[in-house]
């Protein structure tokens, strides 16, 4: 496999060391350091030139398994940043060790906040586990996988996405010999630091005996035209003398003369054989014209088609550029159109039966779906993080809802049970009722109260304090209205209820709840889905239209810049305080992000994740924190966290 390495590095502030060594040996095998060191100047070269030595001796010049190599060489590492940093030499390092071996075997691991990330298809996608929190100067994780001809690496001590979308880091990779400066340069734009490193696999290499040259389809089509020149002038000659024959008087009378004495030449016993002969090679004849005909009818018609197809192509490369140009402009509508047509003339190019260009249409939609996802700002989140498997405390569990407590704790509920979550940790499932199902659950936050709410079937409502259920009771005579969503904000709680169109609201007293006072005055809650609060209900509806509401009354609220149908399959909706709209999409296993102006009220489409992944089931829920920095995403059996691109 041909292997190339190219490396890079922005400018380094004081006490800050970015590197990048490379090694090969006879065994066909790649290996990288990629570092970046912070400590005293003075010392920065001794540390870099052990870790140097560490990797030589335990990679290089080592026996075994190639991941078995490396294992060892991390924890040789790990001790020897360990006593750099207990010795006051290093302050923090970000580091990655990765070794390639001949077969296409890629095995990487990472310390800091140092990361890799799979270039593929013009696709980015992150390879190396993900660390919440501060990170640590320490290799823990080590990622496997098979590269494949054309395929891109990106080693970085940086954090790349927070600097890049992946469309964005794809389109610089794409650039072969100017990627790392490019990358470089959208680093050092952002303030940033970091050693850069990308690895390029161009291919297998077969050694094969000589042999002669395969013809191709144009080659074999001119040698055809050529031996049936000959036949097709002798064709054209006998034409043109049936033309001449045609238009003399005598014709009729020598041709019936002709075929009388043919017909007498049959019967003959001497001239009999002759005439079969004639009868014979006249056939032979009449075939081999009718045969000449069509094929080259054929060969007329292929060449025209794929003439057509060639001029296609043509036109799908220049959509793209156009589409390009649109976005450059802030004219996302009409860069989404054109890709459209881009796309459906590269499927037609694909379904041609001759199949030609076809390897060229594959890389046209390649190329069209990255343009799209950068038109559109998809950021693909490959192997999301799981925060909890609450499946670890219920195997069975089918999970229904996420409630945000505050400070990295949630509540996860199913129709029955409430899982408590706190960091990382699930408690044991507390069950409500043995007779209700749970409905939906909301939780006061930064109140007095600290307590969270649940609606249950039969007009139940359940708080829980300080891990207390207790039954709570309205001062309405007829009970709690039904619903299928609730929130609390303030010292209040909302149930939407799409059945009668309307938002109930109920303050809270000291041991109950007021009756409820209807909350909506102007606003068509038909189809209602889900809501969120900020200041102002947003309510979410059939089909993804939104419903603003401030004091009750609709205010107005249209999302600008949202490709088409993008809001079609959304079922739930969350908003960070005085922040962005979240939007989840269990079809397309994606959140939609809309900001929203709160000065004029206008809103318009930002980004979209996608979830990527087969421990990804059916989402379910979302919530994202108080800071709109983090995003958490709930399926049925695990919660997912994201870190969320906040410029």
Known sequence: MEVMLQSGSTKAPKGTLLRTHEFTDPRGEHSCLVLELVGKSDDLATVEQECINVVRQ????????????????????????????????????????AILTADGQLHVSHAGRAEAYLIRRGTASQITEYTP??????????????????????????RLL???TPAQLAQHIARDDRAVDGVVRALDGE?????????????VQVTMP?????????????????LLAPVLSAIENVVRSAAGALAHPRWFGTAREAAGTFVADLSHPQRRRRAHLFLLAGSLSALLLVWTTVHVFTLSQRSKTQAELEKLVGQISDQIQAADSRRLIGDVVAANEILSQAEEQAKTVMDSENGTFRTEALDLLDSIRAKYAEVNNIIRVTSPTVLVNVASRSADIVARGLVSVGDGEFTIFDRQDTYRVLQNSVDTPVRLSDEELIVDGAAFPQSRLASQVFLLTGNDVVEVIDGQRKQMKTEDPAGWMTGQDVE?????????????????????????????????????????LDMTIDVNIYVL???GSVVKLFRGEAQPFVISRAPEHVLDSVTKIAKAPGGNLYFLDPTHKRIIVVSENGDTGDAAYVRQYVLEGEQVGNLVDLSVD????????????RLYVIDLVTR
């Open 133 to 158: 929190g501060k990170p640590s100067p320490t290799f823990v994780h080590i990622s496997s996988g098979t590269l494949e001809p054309r395929d891109a690496v990106v080693f970085c001590t940086q």
């Open 191 to 203: 303030g940033e630091h970091a050693a850069i490193a990308v690895l390029r696999t161009e291919g």
């Open 210 to 226: 000589m042999r002669a040259a395969r013809p191709t389809r144009r080659s074999r089509e001119q040698g055809l035209r050529a």
């Open 162 to 164: 927070r600097a890049l």
């Open 58 to 97: 335990g990679i290089v010049d080592a026996d075994g398994a190639a991941e078995a190599r490396l294992d060892g060489v991390l924890k040789e590492l790990n001790g020897l940043l360990k006593a750099f940093i207990v010795a006051g030499a290093v302050e923090d390092a970000h580091m990655l060790v």
């Open 488 to 528: 609390a904000y303030l010292k209040n709680i909302y149930v939407l209820s799409a059945e009668k169109k309307q938002i109930f609201k109920y303050e809270r007293l000291t041991d109950r709840y007021t009756a409820p006072l209807p909350y909506n005055v102007s606003g068509d809650l038909t189809d209602a």
């Open 626 to 637: 108080g800071e709109g920095t983090r995003l958490y995403v709930l399926d049925e059996k």
């Open 541 to 543: 509806k059939q089909g």
